[in-house]
């Protein structure tokens, strides 16, 4: 099973920016379909983002036009580039990995969906 590490998270004001990164290790996640989900506290884990082994991508609306998920083979890496931060944005982000989840369902993943997790990343936006 692959390990992942994120990191990038902090503290930044509303309007700001952050790039979170997932290392992987073990196994290459070139192989592996991605994802972002993020909690807050008292809430259950959303999705945020996914990407495809071939680097297709999907959103969960209240992020789209603000986050890109992307990832380099070459550094066993994926990011999360977070654009206009707003207070709602505020949770533990984590990174996920799955060899066998559908494309189709990556646009509406669920967290079941994904067997491999970090340990997660705290964002906390000020208003």
């Known amino acids: 099973q692959v390990q992942l590490v994120e990191s990038g998270g902090g503290l930044v004001q509303t309007g700001g920016s952050l790039r979170l990164s997932c290392a992987g290790s073990g196994r290459t996640l070139s192989t592996y379909r991605m994802g972002w989900f993020r909690q807050a506290p008292g809430k259950e884990r959303a999705f945020v983002a996914a990407i495809t082994v071939g680097s297709l991508t999907y959103y969960a609306d209240s992020v789209k036009g603000r986050f890109a998920i992307s990832r380099v083979n070459a550094k066993n890496t994926v990011y999360l580039q977070m654009n206009s931060l707003k207070p709602e944005d505020t949770a533990v982000y984590y990174c996920?990995?799955?060899?066998?989840?559908?494309?189709?369902?990556?646009?509406?993943?669920?967290?079941?969906?994904?067997?491999?997790w970090g340990q997660g990343t705290q964002v906390t936006v000020s208003s």
């Open positions: 996920a990995a799955d060899t066998t989840v559908p494309n189709y369902r990556l646009g509406n993943a669920k967290a079941d969906d994904f067997d491999s």
